[in-house]
């Protein structure tokens, strides 16, 4: 998307750090409006803003809010006053979930994982991905042959120590991800899943035995290195684009061949 009147905005769910700020950044960078929800303690927010700032110097409009997503009363708020925040002439054409909120919690054992702890992962990781696109189409703030992309992992398939609630979590957003892409197809919407190979953010670091998967990981990876965030916001760059459009309901990997 190159820089031009329309306006166009990526709302970026989870955008402050990993994953969603490096496809934030990315997007900026190609002329795309932004729009971050963010959900960060108040003394980290100096930092925050300082990494913000590296967008709006890419000569876009950037707005951001301080808010949890996987809140329903929150979320409603927000899309009240959506229209207002895009403009007169705005629209959501990307939208891209990444919230990493997540149990990690053995099965057995003194302090196992309870139904509660599935419940919050999957609202968070999975729902919402839902939640906050029917939102926006109810809210008609979509723009013609908009995208939805959100991330899963390939802990969708193996099994990592203590995983169980997020591994549920992301077989969930595939699910719900095919069913959108059906559904929402009416409309003009595309919706995918891309799968990234390890990378390590903070979310990854909080997975017991973490270090053992990054060695692995850069072992059996075909360029002997971890996925960057950078690789991953490249992929999210292509998929936004409008000769993308006929990508529907897939599991794009971007692992540079690490699942193989």
């Known amino acids: 998307m190159t ?20 496809s ?7 002329g795309w ?8 303690r108040r003394s980290e927010l100096p930092q925050i803003e300082l990494k913000f700032k590296a967008i709006q110097n890419c000569g ?12 329903s009363e929150k979320r409603t708020s927000f899309i009240e006053q959506l229209p207002e925040v895009l403009g007169t002439s705005g629209k959501i054409k990307l939208l891209l979930h990444s919230i990493a909120k997540g149990n990690l919690k053995a099965l057995t054992g003194d302090a196992a994982l309870h139904q509660t702890d599935l419940q919050i992962t999957s609202n968070a990781m999975a729902y919402s991905f839902y939640d906050w696109a029917k939102a926006i189409l109810d809210a008609g703030c979509f723009a013609k042959q908009s995208k939805l992309l959100a991330f899963t992992s390939e802990g969708n398939q193996r099994v990592w120590k203590h995983y169980a609630a997020v591994s549920v979590a992301k ?6 991800m095919k069913y959108m892409a059906v559904e929402f197809a009416e409309f003009g919407i595309t919706t995918n899943c891309i799968q990234p190979g390890v990378v390590e953010t903070q979310s990854f670091k909080m997975i017991p035995g973490h270090e053992k998967l990054k060695v692995a990981s ?10 960057q965030p950078e690789d991953v916001a490249n992929v999210v760059y292509l998929l ?3 000769e993308a459009h006929w990508i529907n309901g897939s599991i794009i990997k971007a692992d540079g061949g690490e699942s193989l």
């Not at 031009?4 to 969603?20: C, D, T």
């Not at 934030?24 to 190609?30: N, P, R, V």
């Not at 409006?33 to 960060?40: A, L, Q, S, V």
């Not at 077989?171 to 719900?176: C, D, G, K």
Request: glycine share 6%.
């Open 218 to 227: 850069i072992k059996r990876n075909p360029f002997h290195r971890l996925t």
């Open 171 to 176: 077989t969930s957003l595939e699910t719900l």
């Open 60 to 71: 876009v409009e950037l707005k951001s809010f301080n808010l949890d997503a996987t809140n």
């Open 33 to 40: 409006n932004i729009i971050i929800i963010h959900r960060d």
């Open 240 to 242: 936004s684009k409008d």
């Open 24 to 30: 934030a950044l990315k997007l900026a960078q190609h």
């Open 3 to 22: 820089k031009q009147s329309h306006k166009y905005f990526a709302l970026v769910l989870g955008g402050s750090q990993g994953l969603g700020y490096a």
